[in-house]
């Protein structure tokens, strides 16, 4: 198609046909995305790798996470978007396809890093793409759709992972992933060209005047706490005697709730304004680890886990559509990348902060200390100044 995109340019039913293809996409690139990070950790600890070398793969794909998102982006400011978003497709279909050699281990971690470079990418490009042509007055609910089908393919994942590997074992299963992110390509194939002219005007002052320094920073510490936790839930539910079965199941239930949340506070992001929306996700991101800490059983866990898909449905939509609102069409690509970056180094440096903690004082001191962590990066989104935004 000919047609050029442009900013709140689409409204009502016309928007499905650009936002549908796009979350299919996006499904298909995080379903391939979310096994390959659960049976990456079984392949390297069937290589005979330490406990160090398996913890690394997270490293590698928050830090694939960080620049992925940083370089798209900057890209989709300042060129056509519908190429990226085949680039990052192919590129993950690519490198989800060098797993299925059996690489040695330095090999799959690259592969892994290269993974959720485009993988995120993509996804930058494509919240890009819908905040832009979207009415303010509809944004929240078009970005819902797309970090909704993120959030199914993650769960869809999780599940499938585990049984690909039963029946297929390592080689296969990776080549079988392989095929998901090009099945994007033809979602992504019939959709019109969009695009943005570069503005002069700084992307920097922007972040200042709205605020969205202390909303990223926060986004950090938020993204810290949780990852920091996370890299260890496993292991804590081991010492709580859940069985390996359950725990699967249980940690599902916060991809399942964000699939639900995600459309659900997208429209009420257009009701009751942003800014509500992801204070909630912050406040209730701080409850997620003392959840945790004072559980006894797969009962607690699972509130966790519910609490948690929750929290992060209402923090994420509440603050890409305050981006989208707040920003001119020219560099919201850059703010949301540079959103999803704040979050990816955040998340990179969780894991080492916990570990440490951990390591000192136990467990469950360190679901408290991450908590901590947490309240202050609501506390600095709390105290933000306040933009001139309607929402």
Request: aromatic share 10%; charged share 10%; hydrophobic share 50%.
């Amino acid at each position: 198609m000919a047609q050029k995109l442009t900013n709140g340019s689409l409204g009502g039913r016309a928007i499905y046909h650009l936002v549908m293809p796009l979350a299919a996409a996006l499904a298909a690139s995080f379903t391939a995305g979310s096994a390959v990070g659960m049976l990456m950790q079984l392949y390297l600890k069937s290589r005979g790798c330490s406990t160090l070398i398996i913890g690394l793969s997270s490293s590698a794909i928050s830090l694939g996470t960080f620049l992925g998102t940083l370089a798209f982006g900057f890209l989709s400011d300042r060129f056509p978007r519908k190429p990226l978003l085949m680039a990052a497709l192919l590129g993950g279909m690519g490198t989800v396809a060098t797993l299925a050699l059996l690489p040695p281990p330095s090999g799959a971690l690259a592969a892994v890093f290269a993974r959720a470079f485009f993988s995120m990418g993509l996804s930058t490009v494509a919240m890009s793409i819908v905040s832009g042509v979207s009415r303010a007055a509809q944004r929240g609910r078009n970005l819902s759709f797309v970090s909704a089908s993120r959030s199914l393919g993650l769960m869809l994942g999780k599940l499938g992972g585990g049984f690909l590997l039963a029946y297929l074992g390592f080689r296969w299963s990776f080549a079988a992933l392989a095929v998901l992110p090009l099945l994007g390509v033809f979602f992504v194939l019939p959709l019109p060209e969009t695009g943005a002219r570069r503005q002069k005007r700084s992307s920097q002052i922007a972040v200042f005047r709205h605020g969205l320094g202390g909303l990223f920073l926060g986004a950090l510490l938020r993204q810290l706490g949780t990852n920091g936790f996370f890299s260890l839930i496993y292991v804590y539910m081991d010492t709580l005697g859940i069985p390996p079965e359950l725990m699967g199941s249980v940690s599902a239930l916060n991809s399942g709730v964000q699939v639900l949340g995600m459309l659900v506070f997208g429209r009420l992001a257009d009701r009751i304004g942003r800014r509500k929306v992801f204070l909630t996700g912050f406040f209730l991101s701080i409850l997620v680890p003392l959840i945790f800490a004072f559980s006894r059983g797969p009962g607690g866990m699972a509130l966790g886990f519910l609490t948690l898909g929750i929290a992060f449905s209402s923090l994420y939509i509440g603050s890409t559509a305050y981006i989208g609102d707040v920003i001119p069409l020219e560099r919201q690509g850059e703010m949301l990348g540079l959103f999803e970056s704040s979050r990816a180094l955040g998340g990179f440096l969780g894991p080492i902060l916990a570990g440490a903690i951990s390591r000192a004082f136990g467990l469950r001191t360190m679901f408290l200390c991450m908590a901590g962590v947490i309240a202050v990066g609501f506390m600095l989104v709390f105290f933000r100044p306040a933009s001139s935004s309607r929402h």
